[in-house]
């Protein structure tokens, strides 16, 4: 029997699987890749990436796990607040300059001002409500996080809004996965206290990319992970867990004294087959927005206008946000060296509408609309990729709070992990995967000193 199975390979898969890696465990993964939704490859000095590119910084779960496998990361350079938007390309200068910066008439100028009045306003009322305090466990702040203005939507927080002010706004809240009448208010302000204070918890990348997280976790225990296995059932008894699985045509049964379903939400609620009635319900409450994402590697000679931005808002394009995945180097070095590489992402109603279309036109429209706001873009790529994941990011919807203390109540034999248990996204996948498994561990460690103290406990017999 083993000590532990971990179903999903993913970011909080193998978060939990690092820090059970010295117990007997087994991680079940039904892609032929572990790392679900943080992927990128190499090229060069250069990154493709596709799915989790920011990560959190001092303080962190995730600077744990980096110290703890020896992968290097450094801060975001340049800037996360440019933005495209009516035929103009800005980067530098406060935000609050923006407005009169674009063309507009006077009118929207004037408009928009007054909504970023109320919307910064509440980001420090956000940032305030939702600040550590000493003493709070994390689960204590989490819920205060997801307390804040969760009873209506970003829709019905921001009301009508005139074309440009949906041109300006618009594209930093729906990064989250959700359009605005999906969001919860609390949790589309907090979006913009993200972009506008960068360090606010997640402002890292991985050195050589994300993957080089993920992959190098793997290497360590490459003989405990089972790629391509589709996990059927999950059932929890008294003193074990039974997994039921295929792989390559072939049923299979694993039985261990522990579980951590490391897989999204609604996936969870399917293969807990008899946890509580009420986790499962939870479980199948939690909403995703899809992702498609492109990646785009260039050889250009000279340097770009984008250089010094890493995120780039994009307004009435196909994808709400670029990111200049070159700057990573650019931070690097002293003198700019040719080439770079872009990433292009689409989530909420933009993913969906592109969902069905082939990677190939998605690739194209990517491009064309790059071009539009960087004339000469097309010309300087050399290869263009697109990825779509269905599970993109779970998002926070009005009411989302009331799931927070039924999702985290401590359970029997099987823990759960995931970015949807909290609103940081990689850093939630990897602190609920360090929950989990410490979770496991406590209740394996328990069993050996039971075990240790009816041995030592036990008569001896006379010779």
């Given amino acids: 029997m083993k000590d532990a199975v971990i179903i999903g390979g993913g970011l909080a898969g193998l978060s939990a699987a ?14 032929q890749r572990v790392g679900g939704r943080v992927m990128s490859e190499k090229r060069g000095p250069y990154v493709l990436n596709w799915g989790g590119h920011m990560y959190a910084g001092e303080g962190s779960s995730t600077m744990e796990l980096l110290a703890e496998t020896g992968t290097r990361s ?51 009322r956000y940032t305030r409500a939702v600040a550590s305090r000493p003493g709070e466990t994390g689960e204590v702040r989490q819920q205060r996080i997801y307390d804040f203005e969760n009873d209506r939507t970003f829709a019905d927080y921001i009301g009508t809004l005139s074309e440009d002010e949906q041109s300006f706004f618009l594209p930093p809240v729906t990064r989250s ?10 949790a589309g302000i907090g979006y913009f206290s993200l972009i506008w204070n960068i360090g606010q918890g997640l402002g890292r990348c991985i ?48 039985k261990a004294r522990t579980a951590v379903l490391a897989t999204p939400a609604s996936i969870s609620h399917r293969l807990g087959v008899n946890l509580p009635d009420d986790l499962r319900e939870a479980l199948s409450k939690i909403l995703y927005g899809p992702h498609v994402a492109g990646a785009f ?18 307004a009435n394009k196909s994808f709400s946000v670029a990111l200049n995945q070159g700057n990573l180097v650019r931070g690097r070095e002293t003198v700019r060296q040719p ?10 109603s933009l993913g969906r509408k592109l969902f069905d279309v082939d990677e190939d036109t998605i690739a194209k429209t990517y491009i064309d609309d790059l071009n539009s706001i960087f004339p000469g873009f097309e010309s300087i790529v050399t290869e263009a990729r697109v990825e779509k994941f269905p599970f993109g990011s779970p998002y926070c919807f009005p009411g989302r709070r009331h799931l927070q203390p039924t999702l985290t109540r401590p359970s029997e034999r099987i823990f759960l992990a995931g970015d949807y248990l909290g609103t940081l996204y990689t850093e939630t ?35």
């Fill in 177 to 186: 996965a959700a359009d605005p009448d999906q969001l919860s208010a609390g």
């Fill in 74 to 124: 450094m801060r975001i350079p340049g800037s996360l607040q440019g933005m495209a938007m009516n035929g103009k390309f800005i980067t530098t200068g406060p935000i609050q300059t923006y407005p009169f910066r674009f063309p507009m008439s006077m009118s929207s100028r004037l408009a928009i001002l007054k909504t970023g009045a109320k919307v910064g306003k509440d980001v420090l």
């Fill in 339 to 348: 080439g770079g590489s872009m990433m292009t992402f689409s989530p909420a």
């Fill in 297 to 314: 590697l260039t050889n250009e000679t000279t340097p770009m206008p984008y250089d010094n931005t890493y995120g780039i808002a994009a």
């Fill in 18 to 31: 690092w820090r059970l890696r010295h117990w007997d465990i087994q991680v079940l993964e039904s892609d």
């Fill in 207 to 254: 050195l050589g990319g994300a993957s080089t997280l993920t992959e190098g976790i793997a290497q360590t225990m490459r003989d405990r992970i089972d790629l391509g296995a589709d996990v059927h059932e999950v059932v929890q008894n008294k003193d074990h867990v039974v997994v039921r699985y295929t792989k390559d045509g072939v049923d299979h049964e694993v």
């Fill in 429 to 463: 996948a990897i602190s609920s995967g360090f929950t989990a498994a410490q979770e496991a561990a406590s209740l394996l460690s328990t069993r050996l000193q039971s075990a240790a103290h009816l041995a030592s406990t036990r008569p001896i017999k006379a010779v």
